[in-house]
């Protein structure tokens, strides 16, 4: 199949196959539609093919029966395909570019940026709502937040509904929701796990805040468990690394960060230090980089900062 089916029928169904948006390019998709009218959920994973939780959540959603919904939920479960095989972090073997940074994409560009333009031009105007599942790469632990683009209302409703304990109000382009947003879709990126891993608990609480979402849209019915607490709401800030070396860091998830503290260091093998970074913001961390390894601009870690900075 090389374009989606039809997305809203008025029948009862299900359906699971493949889709070709491009030559090239193959990704999986499921669709339920309900027998009652209903807004219609888009729900991706996979950008980042090593971020499990996020992926087998997505599978897991996949298999929801038509009677239990209303409305249409289309699920892709792993849009960077090669990347998943390949145990690839962060890019798209392909073009090995980042799929989240390269949107609204280009018709004629890489294969991340046509999947990009592809997701922007015919899958998010046929959405009422969105959720990018993610779940932290081979390479970064986190502490579970929910990011939604700073500028929509409705984004920052569905974050806080989906009951994770932060909410972040992300800006810039390049990103999954912030181009939906820019199609009038709101939309949210949930992220749980890390280091690629997955278990029960993880995957429980990635899908205890779609099916909060689902309730609060009202594609379903039964009671659903209220979100556990409200977000601390804030911006983040991303300190990349000045130069190439072994990452040593000296703040863990969680932690309270003040200005000027020293948030770890970048050595030689000889034990050399050639960098020590240091915090411009107060806040606490969101997520860090685990690998001993580390190239000069890569992501060191989030500090998620007061809303009103």
């Known amino acids: 199949m090389n374009t ?3 997305l809203r029928t008025g029948k009862l169904r299900t359906e699971h196959g493949h889709i070709r948006p491009f030559e090239g390019v193959e990704i999986p998709f499921g669709l339920v539609e309900g027998a009652e009218p209903g807004p219609l959920l888009l729900v991706t994973a996979g950008v980042h093919g ?3 939780c996020s992926i087998e959540s997505a599978a897991r959603l996949m298999r929801m029966s038509p009677e239990e919904i209303k409305g249409t939920l289309l699920v892709l479960p792993i849009l960077n395909v090669q990347g998943f ?4 972090i962060y890019v798209m073997p392909e073009d090995g570019e980042n799929l989240n940074r390269m949107f609204p994409g280009k018709p004629d560009g890489t294969t991340s940026e046509r999947l990009a333009h592809w997701l922007v031009t015919e899958v998010y105007p046929q959405a009422d709502a969105y959720l990018d599942l993610h779940g932290g790469d081979l390479d970064e632990s986190l502490a579970p937040f929910t990011l939604y683009p700073k500028d ?3 984004s920052k409703n569905l974050a806080t509904v989906f009951g994770l304990p932060v909410a ?3 800006g810039g382009e390049g990103y999954t929701i912030n181009a939906a947003y820019r199609v009038g879709v709101p939309s949210v990126l949930p992220e749980v796990s890390g280091n690629g891993l997955w278990g029960e608990d993880t995957v429980g609480e990635m899908m205890a805040g779609i099916r909060r979402v689902m309730h609060y849209l009202g594609m379903v019915d039964e009671p659903v468990s209220p979100p556990p607490q409200v977000p601390a709401y804030v911006t983040m800030w991303v300190p990349t690394a000045p130069a190439d070396g072994l990452w040593y860091p ?3 998830l969680s932690e309270i960060v003040c200005v000027d503290d020293v948030l770890g260091e970048i050595r ?3 034990g050399t230090v050639l960098a020590t970074v240091r915090s411009e913001k107060e806040g606490f961390v969101l997520y860090r980089l685990t690998s001993l390894s580390v190239n000069k601009g890569e992501a060191l ?4 900062t007061p809303l009103s900075e």
């Open 4 to 6: 989606l089916p039809p």
């Open 50 to 52: 090593s971020e499990y």
């Open 85 to 88: 095989r390949k145990r690839s």
């Open 152 to 154: 929509c209302e409705v």
């Open 168 to 170: 972040v109000a992300a």
């Open 250 to 252: 000296a703040k863990d």
């Open 268 to 270: 030689d093998v000889f």
């Open 301 to 304: 870690l989030g500090v998620g």
